[in-house]
């Protein structure tokens, strides 16, 4: 199989370096050099295993990406960079024509979603690259398309810890309450409770020290009115490698999609990805 070019944007960002790291010793893709990243980054490059990639900010891009596309006329971008940088991003793609997998969270979902629809450039948008997490979101959106109001009259807690770096609040959890909302629980995703300290990481909830840098531990608890039952879900993730072999399924698949003649639908799910369809 030929290698699919891969530009990971979001250097020199822990999760962007996890997935350059694991795309040099993968033998399906090879790593375009370049990296899109924030304005406020000083350092030129940055060096994974070896690799010397150069970091584009918005103010270089006119000038850098031209380079880029004559050195590698077709490439997927991966986005793993800030939540206040995915819809610039997204239309930076979408206007140069770039397909990309949005492994970043936060932005206005709704316009990124339109953006793509409407475009000429196909791309996978999730909240959650884990294809188990994403499986199990699936069995919550048919619990709750298949029950609705399952759940009404009882109270819900959600509470998500992640590193201290996460800027904004989990958009799995802010999906899963939409779940809750249908199953009949009236709560608001402003009401997620985010965990960001350390101290009370290790402490209080037993994350394992060396994952307090890269780990996403959360819990949905429902409790019924009367006090007289209690259901709780649990995914506690360690490290990001997970994620990896997500993302990495994600670029296959859109691979696959750019093949085929008929691209009269943009837009994918990781949802899609597991389907194969």
């Not at 019924?224 to 997500?246: M, Q, T």
């Amino acid at each position: 199989m030929e290698k699919i070019n891969i530009m990971i944007n979001g250097l020199p960002g822990n999760v962007a370096q996890k997935m350059a790291r694991f795309a040099i010793a993968d033998d399906r893709f090879n790593l375009v050099p370049f990296s899109l990243t924030g304005q406020d980054i000083e350092d030129d490059t940055v060096t994974i295993d070896k690799t010397v990639i150069e970091l584009v900010r918005p103010d270089t891009r006119d000038e850098k990406i031209p380079h880029v596309f004559a050195l590698f006329p077709f490439f997927i971008c991966i986005d793993y960079t800030h939540p206040s940088a995915v819809n610039a991003n997204a239309l930076y793609y979408v206007k140069n024509k770039i397909p990309f997998v949005m492994g970043t969270t936060g932005g206005d979902r709704k316009q990124l979603e339109e953006l793509v629809k409407n475009g000429s450039t196909p791309a996978v948008i999730a909240p959650n690259m884990a294809k188990q997490i994403v499986g199990f979101q699936a069995m919550m959106e048919y619990a709750a398309n298949t029950f609705p109001g399952l759940f009404k009259g009882y109270s819900l807690q959600v509470v998500e810890s992640h590193q201290k770096g996460k800027a904004d609040t989990s958009g799995t959890a802010r999906a899963m309450v939409g779940y809750f909302n249908k199953l009949g629980i009236d709560f608001d995703a402003d009401d997620i409770q985010m965990i960001r300290d350390p101290e009370v990481q290790e402490k209080e909830w037993g994350i394992p020290k060396e994952h307090l840098g890269g780990h996403g531990w959360h819990t949905y608890t429902l409790r019924a009115e009367d006090g007289s039952a209690l259901f709780e879900f649990k995914h506690n993730i360690n490290g990001r490698d997970i994620y990896v072999n997500g993302t990495f399924d994600a670029v296959l698949f859109l691979k696959q999609k750019l093949d085929k003649p008929d691209l009269s639908q943009k837009l994918y799910t990781m949802i899609d990805v597991l389907n194969g369809k």
